[in-house]
């Protein structure tokens, strides 16, 4: 059975509008069924370089770190509040949550920390109840946190723009919030 030319251009086009955003190639092969060797292809013609190697940041930690985890947040919430208002596949919601969230940096003159690719493995972690979203118990804001660690019988979480740590608001790198 031969596959059909118009799947397979919207394989392009989905796979070709990732790179343009910067994603990974295990991004790239997760979200679309095309070759790696073609993927790689598509890579250079767009980028005219191949693409990164290494391995994809896997920790969860990295999303509960202050600055990260309002960036994290602040995605989160812009891809649950998509999912529960659009029918949209997938990668699609992906890629409009996180131009949405590009969007809301750059509109209030911040570096945005979250790259395509985190975003990726942030809904991956949310989707495999490893992250969710908690309620903050002061300001009524959803934020991501471990699943299971705040709650309804656990602990009550307070967010990090309620209580910031002692040194919230002391760093000069791109994204930093002040």
Same mark, same amino acid.
Not at 5 to 12: C, K
Not at 138 to 157: A, D, I
């Given at each position: 059975?031969?596959?059909?030319?118009?799947? +397979? !251009?919207?394989?392009?086009? $989905?796979?070709?509008?990732?790179?343009?955003?910067?994603?990974?190639?295990?991004? @790239?092969?997760?979200e679309?069924? @095309?070759? %790696?060797?073609? /993927?790689?292809?598509? %890579?250079?013609?767009?980028?005219?370089?191949?693409?990164?190697?290494? $391995?994809?940041?896997?920790?969860?930690?990295?999303? /509960?770190?202050? $600055?990260? !985890?309002?960036?994290s947040?602040?995605?989160? !919430?812009? %891809? +649950?509040? @998509?999912?529960?208002? #659009?029918? /949209?596949?997938?990668?699609? #919601?992906?890629?409009?949550?996180? +131009? /949405?969230?590009?969007? +809301?940096?750059?509109?209030?003159?911040?570096?945005?920390?979250?790259?395509?690719?985190?975003?990726?493995? #942030?809904?991956?972690f949310?989707?495999?109840?490893?992250?969710? #979203?908690? @309620?903050?118990?002061?300001?009524?804001?959803?934020?991501?946190?471990?699943? %299971?660690?705040?709650?309804p019988?656990?602990?009550?979480?307070?967010?990090?723009?309620?209580?910031?740590?002692?040194?919230?608001?002391?760093?000069?790198?791109?994204?930093?919030?002040?």
């Amino acid at each position: 059975m031969s596959k059909s030319l118009i799947a +397979e !251009n919207q394989q392009l086009q $989905q796979a070709m509008r990732l790179i343009a955003l910067g994603a990974r190639m295990a991004v @790239l092969e997760s979200e679309t069924s @095309l070759s %790696h060797e073609r /993927l790689v292809r598509l %890579h250079r013609e767009i980028t005219g370089q191949s693409p990164s190697k290494g $391995q994809l940041p896997y920790s969860t930690d990295w999303f /509960l770190a202050w $600055q990260p !985890n309002i960036h994290s947040s602040l995605f989160m !919430n812009i %891809h +649950e509040r @998509l999912d529960k208002s #659009l029918a /949209l596949p997938s990668t699609e #919601l992906l890629i409009k949550a996180w +131009e /949405l969230y590009r969007e +809301e940096m750059v509109s209030q003159g911040v570096e945005p920390m979250l790259s395509i690719t985190r975003a990726w493995r #942030l809904v991956k972690f949310v989707h495999s109840d490893m992250l969710c #979203l908690t @309620l903050c118990t002061q300001c009524g804001g959803h934020f991501v946190t471990h699943t %299971h660690e705040y709650g309804p019988g656990f602990k009550p979480f307070v967010c990090g723009l309620c209580e910031p740590p002692a040194r919230a608001g002391k760093s000069k790198r791109a994204g930093a919030i002040h």
